[in-house]
């Protein structure tokens, strides 16, 4: 068996790593900083990279060994943008997922993005580029964020009035403005945040989790979900992302977010993430077999889910979330909820994560 590749330690590559290994595979990771959570874990080979040619050169090394393409999983935003920016050969050298390149590429820059969910049907809030902003042109409140990965001070910002735009434009270098989506704020009396993760393989859904995202640090993470069990719900949401990869070709994990709207059940598109998201261990929770998948990666099975809501929880964002909120009211999820980070078989990351 060959091994894995995986690029990535934030929650979901330890949850990744946790997974390929338990199926059998040798995995060897890849992080950029000592800090990411997986880092800790007993499973793997683990690796730091300076830069993006640090990387290069370990992953031609690996791939040398070994005859015909290894298979590698990007876990990480920022580093699936450091590969798609520096190093779009690795998708020549191993099989990459998430994939196909060209796609991944378009949909890793939000007006591209917005522009595809807008052509599948899917309803978008107002949008252009800060650079190209014009005075009136869009409805406040509005909120800025990054239209690609790029260093900023800030990941989002909710802005309540022209006045208050350009006074923030100044703390922006100019430069930067090519980089930043300004959107109209999307200002709903009921509503819940929902977020789907799903498998694909060349297009087609193999399983997917629907859960609402019950509460989020303020940067927007999520700390406690529920599943999502309404069947209209379910089937509205799914058909939605099923109709936006219809004809891509995409193979792997993917998270799409909406905002869904209680008095006039209308979905509103938030944004799509080709990977493996950050409530991605929670998929061990809903399917009884999710190693097949990595086990028969060529050809995955339908993944088989198991009865019963799952609720799920990261207590380290859920202490942060709670103290941001002011809110110490019903605290029956710490002990009732299904666990990020915690394992009893692998206890070093959660102890990390507090520690770090």
């Not at 309404?230 to 109709?243: F, G, I, Q, S, Y």
């Not at 086990?295 to 009865?307: W, Y």
């Amino acid at each position: 068996m060959k091994p894995f590749i995986l690029i990535g330690l934030t929650p979901q590559g330890l949850s990744m790593l946790r997974l390929l290994s338990r199926a059998g595979y040798k995995v060897i990771a890849f992080t950029n900083t000592k800090s990411a959570v997986g880092y800790g874990s007993k499973y793997g080979e683990k690796y730091v990279f300076n830069s993006i040619e640090d990387l290069k050169t370990s992953i031609t090394k690996i791939t040398g060994e070994y005859e015909g393409k290894l298979h590698c999983i990007i876990t990480s935003g920022e580093l699936l943008s450091f590969v798609l920016n520096g190093y779009p050969e690795l998708y020549d050298l191993c099989e990459v997922q998430s994939g196909p390149l060209e796609l991944i590429k378009m949909l890793s820059n939000k007006k591209k993005m917005y522009e595809f969910a807008a052509s599948k049907g899917l309803n978008c809030a107002k949008h252009t580029i800060l650079r190209d902003y014009v005075s009136g042109e869009l409805s406040f409140p509005v909120i800025l964020k990054r239209n690609i990965e790029v260093p900023l001070f800030f990941k989002t910002k909710k802005i309540e009035s022209e006045e208050e735009l350009t006074r923030f434009m100044l703390k922006i270098e100019r430069h930067n403005f090519q980089h930043i989506l300004v959107q109209e704020y999307i200002t709903i009396e009921k509503f819940k945040e929902i977020s789907i993760q799903a498998y694909l393989h060349q297009g087609e859904m193999k399983g997917c989790f629907l859960c609402y995202q019950e509460r989020r640090l303020s940067s927007g993470i999520t700390s406690f979900l529920k599943e999502v069990k309404e069947p209209d719900v379910l089937a509205m949401v799914t058909e939605k992302t099923r109709t936006f990869f219809s004809n891509t070709g995409y193979t792997g994990f993917c998270e799409l977010e909406f905002i869904y709207d209680l008095n006039t059940r209308d979905l509103h598109f938030i944004e799509v993430n080709t990977r493996a998201c950050g409530l991605h261990s929670v998929l061990n929770n809903k399917f009884s077999n999710l190693q097949e998948v990595l086990l028969h990666i060529d050809n995955p099975p339908e993944l088989e889910s198991r009865s019963g809501t799952i609720s799920w929880i990261n207590v380290g964002r859920d202490v942060k979330a709670r103290i941001q909120k002011k809110d110490i009211k019903n605290l029956l999820p710490f002990f009732t909820s299904k666990h990020d980070i915690w394992d009893i078989n692998d206890l070093k990351p959660f102890f990390y994560q507090i520690i770090k």
